[in-house]
């Protein structure tokens, strides 16, 4: 048993905060809420830059060929910020589910350029009943002219401002629902950002897109599902990095915040919501690092360790941000401040890939009951 | 990272001698009552034969110095041998001496070389068992409030007052216990720590009449007592770590009482009844209550349980390399009893009535279902209130200090 990091993943954790604290900052992330695009496209380049995208693109394609641990360790240092999620939907859901339904074509023409960078993708799955069971897919692929006919609305997308490509899942002639790698700037594809307490959450809108057949991934639905189940426990990393900055941000309020002549850290009322922030992240950090440890090592039990971290490391961000505005008060909601930038972003992640009941709906399944 | 506890070749040789031991010396007829209360004074003696047997091999403590009658073993040797006893359904050792498990560590720490000899190898060596004497009626959550004093006249100390909330159902040998040498003097700096035999003139108990005594499997203490102290005389040779430094010797026991114990680290056995109830239920017909939330209600369930193993494991991997450990024991221990609570909540969901009774026709898993009922809500106390474990935690985080509080000394 050893669960500290490795030396390397040490360094890539060092390596990550320095370059996250830098241009993922408080300041840049309020910009990049209100809309600057510009500074979007930037700091994706800076982070292309530093080879993060090929994290887990196999080096055969370009990329550094790493674990899932070792993405784990990336986003958990972009979680602390929050960075925006197209990371995750490109360089790990995305590349993950290359690898396990792409075709060969398919990944030889995109794993490289994720690798460089010059590829991003979201996936667009979910729709107007919104969940993630393939039972849910409205989304019609008719064949017509050698290739594919893509008509429907793909609602709450995660990350498609800036898609190159989009992970799109269709109902086929034969009932089966597939999944297409579909060129987002094809004629019939329209984005559109959907306002409030989201973080870069998007309607597309598929007009009778004509895609060709190579579009359609061999692995289908099935192997979407098997890339979502790797992909979770990275997501959980980006939680649990999340709540340590959230731990962070409280435990240094409560520790300078003056009332009543005291430091308010020093009334047990207060000391609880800090401590219920502690036991979150702490149960999401280890049920988190344990799934991707059983993934890495291909564990028959993996599965029922996904679903358990995901259920734990979503509700842990979101309570964990409750909480932190439970101490914090008024502060608490100044956008300035940066906590708000969590809230908004727990929110979201609750629900994505899944919220705490499905996984433990699946939880139950895995384990028989 | 790897979440495996593996073995060396060596170890699972190791593991290998254990086991063809145990299964040669634990006989099979051993009682497993689900309420200890219940353990017969014939199914003691047999716990104690064992806990000899074990102690003649140094596997009654095993990582404690050969030389005071340990095992000189590693951790590692130590968890093989927890984990093939658990095979058999006990802990290590397999009664009730948290006497031993706590205050022999505080013995170690602040003992001298003559008392070291003395105390430490007959409870190594499965010869004394041994009670802890820490709980009075106005010192509970204040535990350094304790009224019970001793003062010392030429050559001996002179103790009076009582302890609850003591010990097991079948009497010890030995005690250790923390009074007041101080009356008036300073919070913290009034107290002493002291061992105490339970044969000295004036030492009474009986036993406490509650709704459960605690349950640590196989190992659980099945009553608890009220010790009464009456001029009872004690050599000042007992008095461990000097006169009113009682406090800092108690913080070593309290350290590793508060959430830092490697019996934690043992499978989930009342996880595995209820998971075949509920399956032999579904596919019996007749299901023993309509419960449509039932898997919601399990996945919860087994996400607690995965929850406190991985803290227990964290703990266990941040000691045995010698890593700080400051928040992490309480932290722990908080999860377990509020896991408790919901379990047994969850148990009476799940099972209804049926979960309430120890009726030998229609009653649970030969009561083990209903002792946890009852236990859920008996273990929120001991080794300290939730509320407790939380003040503990939160001073080791330093939340309102700036600088966190120091642990307790374990070495």
């Known amino acids: 048993m050893d669960l500290a990091l490795t030396q390397s993943q040490e360094m890539l954790l060092a390596a990550a905060r320095g370059m996250v604290e830098r241009e993922y900052s408080k300041e840049n992330l309020l910009l990049l809420e209100s809309g600057d695009t510009d500074l979007a496209e930037t700091l994706w380049q800076k982070t292309a830059a530093a080879g993060w995208p090929g994290i887990l693109v196999p080096t055969k394609y370009g990329g550094e060929g790493g674990s899932l641990t070792d993405a784990a360790v990336l986003l958990q240092e972009l979680g602390r910020a929050p960075a925006p999620g197209t990371f995750f939907s490109t360089a790990v859901l995305g590349v993950l589910a290359l690898m396990e339904g792409g075709s060969e074509e398919q990944r030889d023409a995109v794993l490289p350029k994720i690798a460089f960078g010059e590829n991003r993708i979201a996936l667009a799955a979910t729709e107007s009943r919104y969940g993630w069971s393939k039972s849910l897919t409205l989304t019609r692929a008719t064949a017509s002219h050698g290739g594919y006919l893509l008509h429907g609305v793909k609602l709450f997308v995660q990350d498609a401002a800036n898609a190159d490509l989009l992970l799109c899942t269709a109902r086929m002639g034969d009932g089966e629902v597939g999944l297409f790698l579909v060129d987002a700037s094809l004629p019939g594809v329209s984005v559109r950002p959907l306002p409030g307490f989201v973080s870069d959450t998007f309607e597309i809108k598929l007009n009778n897109v004509e895609v060709p057949q190579a579009s359609l991934m061999p692995g289908g639905r099935d192997a979407l599902e098997q890339a979502i189940l790797q992909s979770l426990p990275v997501l959980g990393a980006y939680q649990v990095g999340a709540c340590e900055r959230v731990f962070d941000m409280t435990l240094d309020y409560a520790n300078t915040r003056i009332q009543f002549g005291l430091p308010i850290g020093r009334f047990q009322r207060v000391q609880d919501h800090v401590i219920q922030i502690v036991n979150l992240k702490d149960a999401a950090r280890w049920t988190t690092y344990e799934a991707l440890w059983k993934l890495d090592e291909s564990k028959p039990d993996a599965a029922t ?36 930038l969590h809230t908004r972003m727990s929110r979201t992640l609750y629900h994505y890939l899944g919220d705490p009941t499905h996984h433990k709906v699946r939880l139950a399944a895995e384990l028989g009951l | 990272m790897n979440f495996e506890l593996t073995s060396t070749p060596e170890q699972e040789t190791f593991r290998a001698e254990v086991r063809s031991w145990l299964d040669e010396h634990a006989p099979p007829d051993m009682e497993h009552p689900a309420d200890p209360g219940q353990l017969t004074p014939g199914g003691y003696k047999k716990q104690r034969q064992l806990g000899r047997a074990l102690g003649k091999k140094g596997w009654l403590y095993p990582t404690y110095p050969s030389e005071y009658g340990g095992g000189g073993l590693s951790a590692e040797e130590a968890l093989i041998i927890e984990q093939e006893l658990d095979r058999h359904g006990f802990t290590l050792p397999p009664y009730y001496d948290s006497g031993g498990k706590l205050g022999a560590a505080s013995i170690m720490v602040w003992g001298t070389e003559e008392q070291k000899a003395a105390f430490l190898p007959p409870i190594f060596r499965g010869e004394v068992r041994t009670w ?82 605690g349950n640590e499997r196989g190992a659980a203490s099945g009553h608890k007592q009220t010790v009464y102290f009456e001029n009872v005389r004690l050599p000042a040779f007992n008095l461990i770590g000097g006169e009113n430094n009682g406090w800092r010797v108690a913080a070593t026991h309290l350290e590793l009482e508060h959430g830092l114990m490697q019996t934690s680290l043992r499978g989930d056995s009342l996880w595995e009844r209820v998971v075949r109830l509920y399956k032999e239920d579904k596919s019996g017909g007749t299901p023993l209550m309509d419960c449509p939330d039932a898997p919601n209600l399990l996945a919860d369930m087994y996400i607690d349980s995965q929850i406190g193993r991985l803290f227990h494991l964290r703990n266990y991997w941040l000691q045995s390399t010698g890593r700080p450990v400051t928040y992490h024991g309480p932290q722990a221990y908080l999860h377990v009893k509020r896991s408790a609570l919901r379990t047994a909540k969850a148990l009476h969901r799940l099972f209804g009535p049926y979960a309430l009774t120890t009726d030998q026709e229609v009653g649970l898993e030969d009561g083990h279902v209903e002792v946890q009922q009852r236990g859920s809500i008996v273990a929120q106390h001991p080794g300290g209130t939730v509320e407790i474990q939380k003040v503990i935690m939160a001073r080791r985080l330093g939340i309102g200090r700036g600088e966190p509080q120091k642990s307790g000394r374990l070495k």
């Open chain 1, 305 to 340: 360790a996904v679903h358990v971290s995901a259920a734990v490391a979503s509700e842990a961000y979101y309570q964990s941000c409750n909480a932190a505005h439970e101490v914090h008060a008024g502060l608490g909601i100044m956008r300035e401040y940066g906590l708000t």
């Open chain 2, 132 to 213: 802890q004497l820490l709980t009075e009626p106005e010192a509970g959550s204040d535990l350094a409030n304790v009224q019970t004093t001793a003062h010392r006249e030429g050559d001996e100390y002179i103790i009076n007052g009582q302890k609850i909330y003591v010990g097991s159902t079948h009497g010890a040998e030995m005690s250790w216990m923390l009074v007041n040498t101080h009356p008036g003097g300073p919070r913290h700096q009034n107290l002493s720590w002291f061992m105490v035999p339970m044969d000295s003139p004036g030492v009474t108990w009986a036993p406490m009449d509650l709704l459960f005594a």
